[in-house]
């Protein structure tokens, strides 16, 4: 055995061993969240607040879902930011204004951006419970309920709610549809040990006065991205273990579209990894780092396997092991979303996710991206 091949097979024990606890961690987490089942009167205002930007072809729909959400109409508010749009987004959303609790906002010339928008809604808001939502999202009925439940059942100060993609086809949709169950999942499991370390910005909750006590984004309104888990990071400082929920409900659920083409969902992912530098919360960090090096290393001993018998059978070994690591908790959360027939792609993605990963973990924090049209 020559040092390269030694060095290969140390670091494979090494990160397959952090990696493997990591996932247990997170699949107990998982498992151990509750659904909240109390059946009352909501009582509580909830001001809905989303950005957009260049959404004439989805706001139809969006607003249609929102009509017909189940929840007492003087409990609840519909706030649109326009965020500077170049299409007919304003003029799509403003014969709508002034029904069913909908305001439109512009915001102000100077000021741009989703932290931008997001912080102009709050600040008109009226409900006591904010919830930040995406204008390309398909809603259930009873989303707001959900939410509802879950902050009267525990009064968290911050809910993060389930993502996936609306109805995938086709294998680019169903990889990105698993990709982002597994980040779901994580994140509700991290959240399940009392370790919060990501939200999707899509479907997340807040209390007003939160907001105000943590600033706002004071401290990373410079940055593109990261209104939902820079607000998590601050959140999480301030107020004591427990105050952080997931909503374990399918009626929660909110579905996103899936991007469109292999360009479009890296750029989206390159957006998503390019904030990872102003992460502050250690557990997070050690996360990533652990995901990133253990796939990294996956890899390289593939790269290396062809050169070395004794290489491909570390790298065989590894693989099943994360092969198996990483199963209980697709199984559990693709059948939560009513996904459960995207399981017959996860043995064909594992070796997709290798190289996903390891790509856009190193390009994401070298590459630019651009954002409705913005660099």
């Known amino acids: 055995m020559n040092n390269a091949e030694f060095v290969i097979i140390l670091i494979s024990i090494i990160t397959g061993t952090a990696y493997s606890i990591l996932i247990i961690l997170f699949t107990l987490g998982w498992l151990k969240l509750k659904k909240t089942t109390v059946n009352k009167l909501q009582s509580t205002f909830i001001s809905i607040v989303v950005p957009i930007r260049n959404e004439e072809g989805n706001i139809k729909e969006l607003i249609k879902n929102l009509q017909s959400l189940h929840y007492p109409e003087d409990l609840r508010e519909f706030i649109f930011i326009n965020d500077h749009s170049t299409d007919n987004t304003l003029e799509a959303i403003k014969k709508y204004e002034r029904k069913s609790g909908i305001r439109v906002l512009d915001l102000p010339s100077g000021s741009n951006g989703k932290k931008a928008a997001i912080d102009h809604g709050i600040k008109q808001a009226h409900g006591s419970l ?52 597994s980040l779901v999942a994580s994140g509700a499991g991290a959240i399940g040990i ?72 890296l750029n989206q992912r390159f957006r998503w990894v390019a904030k990872s530098p102003a992460y502050s919360n250690p557990f997070l960090i050690v996360s990533a780092v652990v995901v990133l090096l253990f796939n990294l290393c996956l890899l390289i001993s593939l790269s290396y396997a062809a050169f070395s018998e004794t290489v491909a059978i570390t790298f065989g070994s590894i693989f099943l092991l994360k092969v198996i690591i990483d199963f209980p908790i697709l199984w559990s959360v693709s059948g939560f979303a009513g996904q459960r027939h995207l399981i017959v792609w996860y043995i064909p993605f594992q070796l997709l996710y290798i190289i996903f990963i390891s790509l856009t973990g190193i390009l994401g924090n070298l590459l630019s991206f651009t954002w409705k049209d913005r660099k």
């Open 130 to 181: 904010i919830t930040t939502l995406d204008a390309d999202c398909t809603l259930e009925k009873n989303w707001l309920k959900a939410i509802s439940r879950a902050y009267e059942a525990d009064r968290y100060k911050m809910i993060a709610g389930p993502v996936a993609i609306h109805r995938p086809r086709g294998w680019l949709a169903s990889f990105q549809a698993l990709e982002l169950l």
């Open 194 to 265: 009392g370790k919060p370390i990501m939200c999707n910005g899509a479907n997340l909750s807040y209390e007003k006065d939160a907001y105000r006590e943590v600033e706002g984004f004071r401290g990373n309104d410079h940055l593109a991205g990261g209104d939902d888990i820079f607000m998590m990071e601050k959140i999480n400082k301030m107020y004591p273990s427990g105050s952080i929920g997931f909503i374990s409900d399918p009626d929660a659920i909110v579905y996103t579209t899936a991007a469109r083409n292999i360009k479009e969902f």
